[in-house]
Every structure is written in structure tokens, then in C-alpha cells.
């Protein structure tokens, strides 16, 4: 697929975007993935203005579609891969010459199929946050038995606010100049392992909406979070990278997500941004202030039952994403308008009723549109996507699953 910046935004005009989406998987039997081109375009090429001119490398478990990581990697821009687990790295890496790890791995089977082969160590880089992990290698396979392994210090982008307290997630221990230097020399100083790249994830920035709707308050508390968090970050990345070059030549330095590409872009010390959300345009991205992506993947269920004139029974729809249990992460519901979840029931594995002004005009074998909340997990529970162009289904691709793959 080709992903060529478009002139127009169909998903403006809801009633016709999902007119459209309807009638060109008309013959495809529910559930059905569908990706729409022209708004993963749009998606991509937005993504890249807002990146102003800093590389963007593709986050594939936002994805999980090989196809769609590919075309966008063509794009002048985009380039390379954060994978999410090791054996998916693996695999990526039979057609994409450079995928970083975005998480330590102690799988046995992986290391061993990466450190035995010297295109694939060329290939895949492997993220490090403790001498635990690289004991964890060595014990799988020693240095001298092994090609050398490229490792990725992943720096701890937490911010710790004298008001509110932690902020961030739970990552890397490696949080001061001292401690990054540290680990530096550690890595350089020991056989079979070559340092080439920083990466520190600010998901207190990327990941969290500053636009919830209804809470002005907590917008207001995100906004100032955010600017503060990110002050201190780049001052502490900045010093973090000064000091490790010094000590190893790095190829590259990673920060940020679809959800900071403006600010991260603006940290001179970062050479690349990890995004791949955006690309999708899931709900949970409806929330930002500064950029609004277009629904570009959505699935459809069917109506299977009316238990009563006011309601009407989805098969399915229970694909509740990761994280904090709330109702922010159930699909969202985008056509028709005017249909809602049953509280008592919501978004269930089996059924999902229905009620609402629409709930009323729908029948038996009628079909109802949603988003998911967080972009990759979607392709968890589909074997393909249709590819509609707008009213046509131009092709179909696999998903991870689709190509037989299931890697967390």
C-alpha cells in the first residue's frame, strides 16, 4: 500500500465516512477489521510534520500488521522499528535491517537464534537496564561463543513532583547521570556486548490525554504536569547523553511517542521518536489538545438480537484494553450515533446490548461500528484487516495473529 498524503479528511463528515466503511465491507462477515487508507495516510504524514524533521521509528506494537509497518517505513522519515519482544524482533528482522528491542528479554531461544547468527545481531538490538540482563545473556550464551550483542540503555524517564508525587511508569532503574554513566562503562568494559543507543520513554508526556473531556481541572493539573515533567527530563536526557558519549559512540537516542512527537522533537539530545499509536488513531488518542488523528482502524460487530424494541444485542465486543479498569477502556461506540452500552453489561465477551435513540432502529443483522482504546491491541483479536479505499475494499492484510503469531 502506498500511503500518499491526502487532499481531503472523510471523517469529517461522520455519516459519510461510515456510510462508506459500511458499504464497502458490505460482503465481509462480522467481526471485521477494517483500516481505512486515506485516514492512515493522513494519520502518518501528520505524525511526520509534527516530528519536524526528527526520525520517527515505528512502534509495532501499535500495529501488529507487517504490511502496514512496511508501507510506512517507506515513507522518507520513518525509519526502523521498536519492536515489543524479542521474538518478534526476530522476525521483523528478516526484512527490516534495524529493530531495537523495546524491552529487556530473558527468552533463551531468542538470544540464542540472535547471538549465534551474525546478520541478525547486525540486525536487532537488545534493551538493558541492570548488568542483571547482560548476566542473564551470557549465562544463555558466553561471550566468545557468541556474535556480539548490540544493547540499548533504556534511561528511567520518570518525574518525581515534590506535589503530586511519582509520575511516569515503572521502567528502567536508571534514573541520575551517575547511575547512566555507570552502566555505560560497564557495558563498554565487558566482553560481547557493544553500547549504540539511549532510550528513555516519557509515557507521563506521550501517553496521557490533556484534554479529558468533562475534567477541566485535570486538564489544567496535566498541562502543568507535563510542562514540568518534560523540563526536567530534557535537562537530565541531555546531561545523560553528553556523559555516555564520551564512553561509547551511540548510534542513536530514542525518546517520546505519538503523543509528545511536538515536544520530544524539541529535546536536541534525542536523535529519534518511537510512535506508532497516532498511525491507527484509536480513542484513547480523542483527548490531546494538540493533534487529533483520524480513525483510521475500526471494527464492526452485527446485531444478533432485539430482547427489546429499545435495544439491540451486539455478537462480541468485550476486546476491553490494558491498564487501569475503567470505562475508558471498553470500544467506544462511532455508528450510528446514538447507541450506548447497557452499564449493567457494557462491553461483553459474548453479547453486548445496546440502548439509545438508534438502538431502536437497528435489526437483526444490521451492523454497528467501534473503535478500540489502545491502537495494537485491536490486532489481537483479528485475523485481517480490509483495506477500503473509500467505498471499495482494495485488498486485505494479515495481522501478527493472521500470519500465525502471537508474541505477548
Not at 469529517?12 to 458499504?23: C, D, K, Q, S, V
Not at 524491552?103 to 534493551?127: F, K
Not at 556480539?148 to 533504556?154: F, G, P, Q
Amino acid at each position: 500500500m502506498k500511503l500518499v498524503r491526502p487532499t481531503d479528511q472523510p471523517w469529517l463528515t461522520p455519516a459519510a465516512y461510515w456510510g462508506a466503511m459500511t458499504e464497502a465491507t458490505a460482503s465481509l462477515d462480522t467481526p471485521i477489521g477494517a483500516l481505512n487508507l486515506t485516514a492512515l495516510a493522513h494519520n502518518a504524514h501528520t505524525m511526520l510534520d509534527r516530528a519536524a524533521g526528527t526520525t520517527i521509528r515505528v512502534a509495532s506494537k501499535s500495529l501488529r500488521v507487517r504490511s502496514v509497518v512496511e508501507s510506512v517505513l517507506a515513507l522518507p522519515g520513518f525509519a526502523g522499528v521498536l519492536a515489543y519482544t524479542l521474538p518478534e524482533a526476530l522476525w521483523l528482522a528478516e526484512t527490516v535491517d534495524d529493530v531495537v528491542v523495546g524491552y529487556p528479554s530473558v527468552d533463551a531461544a531468542g538470544i540464542r537464534a540472535l547471538a549465534r547468527s551474525a546478520a541478525l545481531s547486525r540486525r536487532v538490538t537488545l534493551m538493558v537496564d541492570s548488568v542483571d540482563q547482560l548476566d542473564a545473556i551470557d549465562a544463555i550464551l558466553p561471550p566468545g561463543t557468541r556474535e556480539s550483542v548490540r544493547v540499548c540503555l533504556e534511561l528511567d524517564a520518570s518525574w518525581q513532583s515534590k506535589l503530586i508525587g511519582f509520575t511516569g511508569v515503572y521502567r528502567s532503574p536508571v534514573h541520575s547521570v551517575d547511575q547512566a554513566v555507570a552502566l555505560a562503562r560497564h557495558i563498554v568494559d565487558r566482553r560481547g556486548f557493544d553500547l549504540v543507543g539511549i532510550m528513555a520513554y516519557e509515557a507521563q508526556i506521550a501517553g496521557v490525554t490533556n484534554r479529558p473531556p468533562g475534567r477541566p481541572v485535570r486538564a489544567r493539573l496535566v498541562d502543568w504536569m507535563q510542562r514540568s515533567s518534560f523540563a526536567e527530563l530534557s535537562e537530565r536526557r541531555s546531561a545523560v547523553v553528553s556523559a555516555v558519549r564520551e564512553i561509547a559512540p551511540l548510534e542513536f537516542v530514542n525518546g517520546g511517542g505519538t503523543g509528545s512527537l511536538e515536544r520530544t522533537a524539541s529535546d536536541s539530545s534525542v536523535t529519534e521518536i518511537a510512535a506508532g499509536s497516532g498511525l491507527f488513531g484509536p480513542h484513547l488518542f480523542d483527548g490531546y489538545s494538540h493533534f487529533s488523528p483520524a480513525p483510521a482502524a475500526a471494527f464492526a460487530l452485527s446485531v444478533v438480537r432485539k430482547p427489546r424494541p429499545e435495544l439491540a444485542t451486539l455478537l462480541g465486543g468485550g476486546w476491553i484494553a490494558s491498564g487501569p479498569p475503567a470505562p475508558d477502556r471498553m470500544p467506544q461506540l462511532v455508528w450510528p450515533q446514538g447507541v450506548s452500552f447497557v452499564p449493567r453489561e457494557g462491553a461483553g465477551e459474548v453479547q453486548s446490548p445496546l440502548r439509545g435513540p438508534a438502538a431502536r432502529g437497528l435489526g437483526v443483522g444490521d451492523r454497528v461500528w467501534l473503535r478500540h482504546t489502545k491502537a495494537g491491541e485491536l490486532s489481537e483479536h483479528l485475523n485481517e484487516f480490509a483495506l477500503v479505499d473509500g467505498s471499495t475494499v482494495v485488498d486485505t492484510v494479515p495481522t501478527y495473529r493472521g500470519e500465525g503469531n502471537a508474541f505477548l
